[in-house]
């Protein structure tokens, strides 16, 4: 049995997520709430996933769990949004003393909103280059950052990584109808390719920086190119390859003031938004071509 | 200075759009045409989606025509009437479009069409243009006077009325075939169609250089407020604060190009043109013929 997982997150709300979370084995853990007593959790909806040991009774609890918090839960896209930062933040505890026989690691990961795509490839045909086949990824993350403490595929094993979708290939999920192209693979290494080349993808090995097996923090820079939704952000304490513990927290992304009434103008009033559109546009106009005249009476 | 962009979910600098926005104006001032074959492929550059970068152009075309429009009606270079005739082309031709896109979407290939036939018009125009300036342009050095276009075919069709502005007794069957064509790729293409209505215009129907500018902005001008109004209710892809960006730079541009335009010969202002057309068209094919830097693209949603 390779771990229990504690539906906390459920209770608190948090069902969407824990649809993302492959679960084994779901128990509940009463324990678990102990564990979070004595320094109480920054983050506001702790989703504890921990390492049950050999055998759940006589292991109630991890001997290493995260606490975490983050700079803030929130992000507000104004009219000079430029980007954001955000610093995940936290220490390990533990009951025992630290183990000598493997190195911890951490890796922390915020993930964006996910949202369809279709990928296609062009081919020469006739001597012009024609787009041929597609592949629909049924959902990927607009954004995706993967911050490490040493080289991700050094420090995870790759059946955790597909449980825990870690890296950046498994965070996408589902084609979205039937593949008729042989190499699926490519399609999609593509697509990673061009999002990491603008940032909206980003692994940083070493980024997170851990101090004396305790207390680590991580800085990650949110692009200016933001969308708008509910960011995940994660921990997970890593040992030998597995994943040890781990913690989840939401990101609320929201546009502000003037962004945010004429996203809603756009939506819930199309019409009037799209007349306000054309009396700008000839206002403007109007008004150039009127000042532009008096410039040249003058 | 970054501005966030609420509908294309993209933060840009404000200035590089102001200027983009100067420099199509300043084309549809002297030209005529709306610039919007040039601010779409210019946005999608920028990292604007492409859905937005057609919709919010044709929104950004709509204030610089007006704003040249209203420079040609002081200087009395529109033709309402056939201004009108090429109106009702064109909405009837824009809603042809919007099927024949439809059609071409659900086989896959619209990039490409779009593509081969922005090349090929763009060709056949820009170089027919450049031609027959470069000639007018010799014929005027040796002191020799531009003929008058000879009455042919298209004389001889029924519905005549009379085009005081433009000097002619034409049937409205030609203008309303123009209108309906330029309807039909303004639909397509996300453009005001104005690089093709301008030659034709001048080529086909035989109207004067200088009444031709005026009155392709006034149809332009009514045309694209149409597209811009379906693309914001059908697709909600008008981005206002893009557009008001574009538009401060468009309108000040469209200004001063109405103002060299006054001042330039009609054949260097045909000569201009067409160079710009055929710099376009040259970019186009070559997107077409050479081996692209990236084989795979990303389309937003299950297309």
């Known amino acids: 049995m390779r771990g229990i997982i504690l539906c906390l997150g459920v209770a608190l709300g948090q069902a969407a997520w824990a649809q993302d979370v492959p679960q084994p084995e779901t128990q509940p853990a009463p324990a678990q709430v102990d564990a979070t007593d004595t320094v109480p959790p920054i983050m506001s909806y702790p989703l504890p996933l921990t390492n049950g040991g050999t055998s759940g009774a006589s292991a109630p609890q991890a001997p290493e769990q995260v606490v975490a918090g983050m700079s803030s839960d929130a992000v507000s896209i104004t009219t000079s949004f430029d980007g954001s930062e955000i610093l995940l933040y936290g220490a390990v505890k533990r009951e025992t003393p630290i183990p000598s026989s493997s190195l911890l690691q951490v890796i922390a990961t915020v993930e964006g909103p996910s949202r369809s795509v279709t990928i296609r490839r062009k081919e020469r045909r006739f001597g012009i280059w024609v787009n041929t086949e597609s592949v629909v990824v049924g959902a990927a993350p607009s954004f995706y950052a993967v911050a490490t403490t040493a080289p991700l595929r050094l420090i995870l094993d790759p059946e955790e990584d597909a449980r825990f979708r870690i890296s950046i290939p498994t965070a996408m999920r589902s084609f979205a109808r039937p593949l008729d192209v042989e190499d699926p693979v490519e399609f999609t290494e593509a697509m990673i390719d061009m999002r990491m080349a603008e940032g909206s993808y980003r692994l940083d090995d070493g980024a997170v920086t851990l101090v004396d097996d305790t207390l680590f923090r991580a800085d990650f820079r949110l692009p200016a190119n933001l969308v708008e939704g509910t960011y995940k952000t994660r921990i997970f304490l890593l040992r030998q390859g597995r994943v040890i513990d781990s913690y989840s927290a939401p990101l609320e992304v929201r546009k502000v003031g003037l962004e945010r009434w004429l996203y809603r103008l756009a939506f819930d009033q199309p019409l009037v938004y799209g007349l306000m559109s054309l009396l700008i546009a000839a206002v403007a106009g109007w008004g150039a071509s009127a000042a532009f005249r008096a410039l040249q009476r003058e | ?303």
């Open chain 2, 1 to 303: 200075m970054q501005i966030y962009l609420p509908i294309a979910e993209v933060a840009v600098n404000a200035f590089t759009l102001i200027g983009l926005g100067g420099i199509v104006g300043l084309m549809s001032g002297m030209f005529g045409v709306g610039g919007g074959f040039l601010i779409t492929p210019l946005l999608f550059f920028i990292g604007i989606p492409p859905a937005i970068a057609v919709a919010t152009g044709a929104n950004q075309v709509v204030a610089s025509s007006v704003s040249g429009v209203l420079g040609h009606v002081k200087r009395r270079s529109v033709d309402f009437r056939m201004g009108t005739v090429l109106l009702v082309g064109g909405l009837i031709g824009s809603a042809l479009g919007v099927l024949v896109f439809n059609l071409l979407q659900r086989l896959g290939q619209v990039e490409l069409v779009v593509q081969i036939s922005y090349v090929v018009m763009l060709g056949v125009v820009g170089s027919m243009m450049l031609v027959e300036s470069l000639r007018a342009l010799r014929r005027t050095r040796r002191g020799a006077r531009a003929k008058r276009r000879a009455h042919g075919w298209i004389h001889t069709l029924p519905f005549k009325v009379k085009f005081r502005t433009s000097g002619l007794y034409l049937s409205v069957i030609p203008p309303l075939i123009v209108g309906m064509l330029v309807g039909v790729l303004s639909a397509m293409m996300g453009v005001g169609g104005g690089f093709i209505m301008v030659p034709a215009m001048i080529y086909l129907l035989g109207m004067p250089t200088k009444v031709v500018i005026g009155t392709s902005l006034f149809q332009i001008t009514f045309v694209t407020a149409f597209t811009t109004l379906m693309h914001a209710i059908s697709y909600n892809t008008v981005d206002v604060m893009l557009a008001v960006l574009l538009i401060v730079g468009g309108v000040t541009g469209a200004q001063i190009g109405a103002y060299l335009g006054a001042r330039l010969r009609a054949e260097q202002l045909r000569i201009l043109l067409a160079l710009v057309v055929l710099a376009v068209c040259v970019k186009l094919a070559m997107d077409l013929f050479l081996t692209p830097d990236d084989l795979y693209s990303l389309t937003p949603g299950i297309v």
